[in-house]
């Protein structure tokens, strides 16, 4: 069956999960500092960071198989890897105690440079968040929605000074802070496109972009333009493909729409490109697809 979680609906669950989570894990975590290793999960492998993309960073957001994460996290991981995914961004953590998680992840060899944590998680306990993501191994906060009452300009003005703060804060801990675009950031609001916005307001030390380069292209932007506009402001992307640019767009697998990856790969260093992470928002066969999108994807990167 297709599942039709949204986003916003897979956030508000997932802000629980990941707040009992982290009522969990912080007291112990500040107290004791064996267990605030800093070492990514899965570092035996190589990542992406610092060096040209090649098929052994490409990179999954959970969210495209939150469906199975939800009935069996470590059996979906071991499927992930088995695929050949050696990186992944988390988007909820699912009740996992995060030292059990970060073992599973070792034991399959994949690192976890990324999650998505809500405004509410960001707001309420950034503290115990970036705890548990040094648990986790994690490099990368990134902040994946806004709801629809903060997106006047004022709202996105007040939103910049807090990515700042976080940014700072993660900065602090070694980590970094990001934002993910969807498609309501590149329609002008007051005249301003809010994408402009948080990236002239927001200081390049503590705040990047996570482009989704499905949502920039469905909003009527031009990745290579920003990337030119601001070279090394995008060092996570989110790869997923379009079919019907030109009229009825449709979500697909890697490599089965009509999106100019091998442009923009050409551009990564411009962009400053880290990581970056195959999803798909609504898949009918989650691991089916994900394995499409990887093989394109080692093809386009060994050619």
Same mark, same amino acid.
Request: negative net charge.
């Given at each position: 069956?297709? *599942?039709?979680?949204? #986003?916003?609906?897979?956030?508000?669950?997932?802000?629980?999960?990941?707040?009992?989570? /982290?009522?969990?894990?912080?007291?112990?975590?500040?107290?004791?500092? !064996?267990?605030?290793?800093?070492?990514?999960?899965?570092?035996?492998?190589?990542?992406?960071?610092?060096?040209?993309?090649?098929?052994?960073?490409?990179?999954?957001?959970?969210?495209?198989?939150?469906?199975?994460?939800?009935?069996?996290? !470590?059996?979906?991981?071991?499927?992930?890897?088995?695929?050949?995914?050696?990186?992944?961004?988390?988007?909820?953590?699912? *009740?996992?105690?995060?030292?059990?998680? $970060?073992?599973?992840?070792?034991?399959?060899?994949?690192?976890?440079?990324?999650? @998505?944590?809500?405004?509410?998680?960001? #707001?309420?306990?950034?503290?115990?968040?970036?705890?548990?993501?040094?648990?986790?191994?994690?490099?990368?906060?990134?902040?994946?929605?806004?709801?629809?009452?903060? $997106?006047?300009?004022?709202?996105?003005?007040?939103?910049?000074?807090?990515?700042?703060?976080?940014?700072?804060?993660?900065?602090?801990?070694?980590?970094?802070?990001?934002?993910?675009?969807?498609?309501?950031? /590149?329609? #002008?609001?007051?005249?301003?496109?809010?994408?402009?916005?948080?990236?002239?307001?927001?200081?390049?030390?503590?705040?990047? =972009? !996570?482009?989704?380069?499905?949502?920039?292209?469905?909003?009527?932007?031009?990745?290579?333009?920003?990337?030119?506009?601001?070279?090394?402001?995008?060092?996570?992307? @989110?790869?997923?493909?379009?079919?019907? =640019?030109?009229?009825? #767009?449709?979500?697909?697998?890697?490599?089965?729409?009509?999106?100019?990856?091998?442009?923009?790969?050409? $551009?990564?260093?411009?962009?400053?490109?880290? @990581?970056?992470?195959?999803?798909? *928002?609504?898949?009918?066969?989650?691991?089916?697809?994900?394995?499409?999108?990887?093989?394109?994807? $080692?093809?386009?990167?060994?050619?």
């Amino acid at each position: 069956m297709k *599942d039709h979680t949204t #986003r916003r609906d897979f956030l508000r669950v997932a802000t629980v999960a990941v707040g009992g989570a /982290l009522v969990g894990v912080a007291g112990a975590c500040r107290g004791t500092p !064996e267990s605030r290793d800093a070492t990514p999960a899965g570092s035996g492998d190589t990542s992406g960071t610092g060096a040209s993309p090649s098929a052994r960073s490409i990179g999954l957001q959970l969210y495209t198989v939150r469906s199975l994460m939800q009935d069996d996290v !470590e059996a979906t991981l071991a499927s992930v890897a088995e695929i050949g995914y050696r990186e992944v961004e988390f988007a909820g953590y699912f *009740d996992r105690d995060p030292r059990a998680l $970060r073992a599973t992840l070792d034991g399959l060899n994949l690192a976890a440079p990324a999650t @998505h944590l809500s405004l509410d998680v960001l #707001r309420g306990n950034l503290a115990g968040a970036l705890d548990t993501a040094e648990i986790l191994g994690h490099r990368w906060i990134v902040c994946p929605w806004v709801p629809e009452n903060e $997106r006047t300009v004022a709202a996105y003005r007040a939103l910049a000074a807090e990515f700042n703060r976080w940014g700072a804060a993660c900065r602090e801990r070694e980590m970094r802070f990001a934002y993910h675009n969807h498609d309501f950031e /590149l329609a #002008r609001v007051e005249g301003i496109v809010p994408l402009d916005l948080l990236l002239t307001e927001t200081d390049p030390a503590n705040v990047a =972009i !996570e482009l989704d380069l499905f949502w920039v292209t469905m909003g009527g932007g031009d990745p290579l333009a920003y990337f030119a506009r601001h070279p090394g402001r995008f060092p996570l992307w @989110h790869v997923k493909d379009m079919r019907g =640019i030109a009229g009825e #767009r449709e979500m697909v697998a890697v490599g089965e729409g009509e999106i100019d990856f091998g442009a923009m790969f050409a $551009r990564a260093e411009q962009a400053g490109l880290e @990581h970056f992470f195959v999803e798909h *928002d609504q898949p009918a066969d989650p691991l089916a697809s994900v394995r499409a999108s990887h093989e394109h994807l $080692r093809q386009l990167l060994a050619s």
